[in-house]
């Protein structure tokens, strides 16, 4: 069966980089994109990027352009994102998300990545 | 930037009938296909409504999806609405630039 596994809970000092893993199983990896999407405590979930395993080629929200980094190793069919220069306001659960044909449709879920930012 | 609206929350009885909006801020929301997301607390979202107005295997047949044009809105409509189907309600698309969109969530409470 499908199943996007991710990487355990982080907390990270302002300023600092966080590297979050989403390991895919039970299907072909380079087949299908992933995207990234975040929800900060008690807000509306946020579309951060995609990444096409294949190629591999990536696309940014505009707002995280020059903050934000996805990548992959095909051997291990697991997708990276590495947000850097956090503040408190990137605080919040991580999400890749699995999208079916490019389509923008996100079949399948990883269980998210509580990152907490704080002095 | 395209953006989607929806309503902060919507509250119907069991057995009832909700219909939830989500409308385009600009061009036509006809234009790339709508997904409606579920989402209960603690848990990631699920899909309910995927291309404007397809299900996805195993869920109801309550749940339906459409789009009017003549409004640049997207619906979700849920029929015979259960107490299990309170939860937060995600409507999401992309623009012309092939940036994701979500809408802001509807809060849905069976009461």
């Known amino acids: 069966q499908v199943q996007l596994v991710q990487s355990g809970a982080e907390v990270k000092r302002p300023g600092a980089s966080v590297k979050v893993s989403c390991k895919a199983s039970?299907?072909?990896?380079?087949?299908?994109?992933i995207h990234w999407v975040r929800q900060a405590p008690g807000q509306g979930l946020e579309w951060m990027g995609i990444?096409?395993?294949?190629?591999?080629?990536?696309s940014y929200a505009q707002k995280f352009q020059g903050r934000v980094t996805m990548t992959r190793d095909a051997s291990t069919s697991t997708v990276y994102m590495e947000l850097s220069s956090l503040t408190s306001d990137d605080t919040a659960v991580y999400y890749c998300?699995?999208?079916?044909?490019?389509?923008?449709?996100?079949?399948?879920w990883g269980q998210g990545t509580l990152v907490t930012v704080s002095s | 930037n395209f953006m989607l609206t929806q309503p902060h929350s919507v509250s119907e009885s069991p057995g009832k009938t909700v219909t939830i909006s989500c409308t385009g801020s600009?061009?036509?929301?006809?234009?790339?296909?709508v997904q409606w997301y579920q989402q209960r607390p603690g848990s990631a979202p699920t899909t309910v409504i995927y291309?404007?107005?397809?299900?996805p295997s195993g869920v109801p047949d309550r749940f339906s999806g459409s789009i009017d044009s003549s409004s640049n809105s997207a619906s979700l409509s849920i029929s015979g609405l259960k107490t299990e189907d309170e939860a937060d309600y995600y409507c999401?698309?992309?623009?012309?630039?092939?940036?994701?969109?979500f809408g802001g969530g509807t809060k849905l409470t069976v009461l």
């Open positions: 998300a699995r999208d079916r044909e490019g389509s923008f449709y996100f079949d399948y």
């Open positions: 990444i096409n395993p294949s190629v591999p080629s990536t």
């Open positions: 600009s061009g036509s929301i006809a234009s790339n296909y």
């Open positions: 039970g299907y072909t990896f380079t087949s299908y994109y």
């Open positions: 999401q698309s992309y623009d012309n630039s092939n940036q994701g969109v």
């Open positions: 291309e404007d107005n397809q299900r």
